[in-house]
């Protein structure tokens, strides 16, 4: 049986960015509910007892969805922090060699984020076939693991992520996204998908729920 992971934070820590209502909902009612039906949906299947990593890899339709869904969830809350911190030498020097600059990489996730049709997710990957960082935007439950690449950072928008606390100004939402960057975290996932490529996403997702 999966579980909702605690959150690494206080949900009244937010300021501005992200209000204790939008946790309750958000968290408290959209995550957990993704993690009720999967746990329905495998139940007396193949995946019953499996990692969510493999169910991922493996599955398809309502059980990929929410399998997806639990992991995308866990990852946008690890992305966040109430006070933004320092990205390491090596990420910013990454950022810097894939988009020009720090300011630059900014400009053009907020562009992904903001353009993406309807919800999803917009990311900062690792391809571990290049060694590059790119900008990918994902529909619905849709995740870069699938494509065997490795996520460092992602935003949510889905209205859900936002529209308690921002309606539908989602450009709003993401300039605050940007100032509350656990950045710490990114590089954290970027030094580990260089030694360790998908197995790191693995290793991750085995951290917050294990079997």
């Not at 009720?36 to 599955?59: C, H, M, Q, R, V």
């Not at 690449?149 to 308690?164: F, M, Q, R």
Request: hydrophobic letters at 40%; aromatic letters at 16%.
């Amino acid at each position: 049986m999966f579980e909702l992971r605690k959150l690494p934070y206080e949900k009244d820590a937010f300021g501005d960015f992200l209000s204790p209502l939008t946790f309750d909902f958000h968290y408290g009612k959209h995550h957990q509910t993704y993690v009720n039906n999967l746990n329905n949906l495998t139940k007396g299947t193949e995946f019953e007892n499996a990692e969510l990593y493999d169910i991922i890899k493996k599955s398809s339709g309502g059980v990929f969805n929410n399998a997806a869904q639990v992991y995308n969830h866990d990852f946008y809350w690890d992305c966040i922090a109430p006070k933004s911190s320092e990205m390491s030498a090596e990420l910013k020097a990454a950022i810097e060699k894939e988009f020009g600059s720090v300011e630059g990489f900014k400009e053009k996730f907020i562009q992904s984020a903001t353009t993406l049709f309807g919800s999803g997710w917009c990311w900062l990957v690792l391809d571990p076939k290049s060694s590059k960082l790119e900008i990918v935007q994902t529909s619905n439950a849709a995740t870069p693991i699938t494509d065997d690449k490795v996520p460092l950072l992602v935003s949510d928008v889905w209205e859900h992520a936002y529209y308690i606390d921002h309606k539908n100004a989602r450009p709003a939402y993401l300039e605050k996204f940007f100032s509350h960057i656990n950045w710490a975290f990114v590089s954290s996932a970027f030094e580990w998908a260089q030694k360790e490529a998908t197995e790191s996403i693995r290793f991750y997702i085995n951290g917050l729920h294990k079997k």
